[in-house]
Structures are given as structure tokens and as C-alpha cells.
């Protein structure tokens, strides 16, 4: 079993918004494969996948991103078999990336990312995988909470590092790349720091 969890908010105002780069990115995802976001389960939206015997969730939580973690700890509830470690990755946006850039990892700190930091209080583990669409730091007359709640700019990077960010999560869930070399490929070609 494989689950991404897209962070990001709920509600029409928050659809374009940089705090939503997760869930534009598990969109395109479930796009890619031909599938839709049709049910709720474990405080998300969820597209459930069977492709070739792995089950595959895809997973928009209904929280906000402040509270992510209780919806990654909801699923880990209800699913006893999911590892963590393995099976779990976390798509979302940074600031601390340039814009338009891609950064995947295995493990790490939480940053500045409160829905990060949900994920590290409530699963208590900071052994996951994750995908970072970078955004580019706030400008210097906005706060952190305007920018990250504020419309991705037309023409930015930003839709660039979302449109791949869903080609390569589709070619890994499709298992037609593992992690190990995504992670190298995508940090090493694409990520622009």
C-alpha cells in the first residue's frame, strides 16, 4: 500500500493559493491515472487506486495544513498496515526553496511548515517521504501567513515544479522508477538552487 497525503486547504478561495501546492499536485496525479477524488475517509478527500495488486491512497486532508498530522494519524489508525518509513509520502509546499523548485527526500526537520510540524506531533516520527514544491521566499512587505494563503502568481515557476512533481509521483506509483532514483534524478536535474 502506498498513501500521499497533498497538503493544502480547503475551500474555493484557497484553490490557487501556495499552501495549496499539494493538492495540486495529487490533482494531476489522479489525472494521470485516470481516477478522481469521489470519497472521504480518515479526514480527506481520497482517491482510491488498485493498480496492478498495490492499493494506492491518495489523500487531501480536510483539516487545514496546521493540522495535517491528525489526518496522516487517522489513516495510520485505520490502515495498521501502513509504514511510515515506506509507504508514506507528504507533497507540499516550501518557501524555503526557490520558486519552481523540487526537492525530494526521505527524511528530515520540519522547517518552517506548521503542516510538517502536525505531522512530526502526531505520528511522532520524522521518517517519511516527502516531496517540496519551493516557492520563493515571501516578499518583504507581506507576512508568512498572506503569502502562503495568497494566489500563485501567472507565468510562476511554481505550476512548472507542480506539473512535474505529478509526472514523477505517478511514474513511482506506477513503480516504474523507485524512490531512491527519483530522489536522485529529481534533486540532482530538476531542483534549481
Do not use: W
Not at 59 to 71: D, H
Not at 148 to 153: G, N, Q, T
Amino acid at each position: 500500500m502506498k498513501l500521499v497525503l497533498g497538503l493544502g486547504n480547503i475551500g474555493k478561495e484557497y484553490q490557487r493559493t501556495y499552501h495549496n501546492v499539494g493538492f495540486l499536485v495529487l490533482d494531476k496525479v489522479a489525472r494521470n491515472l485516470n481516477f478522481r477524488f469521489r470519497t472521504r475517509d480518515c479526514l480527506s478527500d481520497t482517491c482510491v487506486i488498485n493498480y496492478k495488486g498495490d492499493k494506492i491512497i491518495l489523500a487531501k486532508p480536510r483539516t487545514f495544513v496546521n493540522e495535517s498530522g491528525k489526518a496522516l494519524a487517522a489513516f495510520l489508525n485505520k490502515y495498521k498496515t501502513i509504514d511510515v518509513n515506506k509507504d508514506v509520502i507528504i507533497c507540499y509546499d516550501d518557501f524555503d526553496l526557490k520558486a519552481g523548485a523540487v526537492r525530494i527526500k526521505k527524511v528530515g526537520g520540519p522547517g518552517t511548515h506548521n503542516g510538517i510540524k502536525s505531522i512530526f506531533n502526531c505520528v511522532g516520527s520524522r521518517e517519511f517521504k516527502r516531496v517540496r514544491i519551493g516557492t520563493g521566499e515571501k516578499p518583504d512587505d507581506m507576512s508568512i501567513v498572506d503569502f502562503v494563503l495568497s494566489d500563485i502568481k501567472e507565468g510562476s515557476p511554481v505550476f512548472e515544479a507542480i506539473d512535474y512533481a505529478s509526472e514523477v509521483l505517478t511514474e513511482y506509483l506506477k513503480n516504474e522508477i523507485d524512490f531512491d532514483k527519483l530522489m536522485l534524478e529529481t534533486n540532482t536535474k530538476f531542483n534549481k538552487i
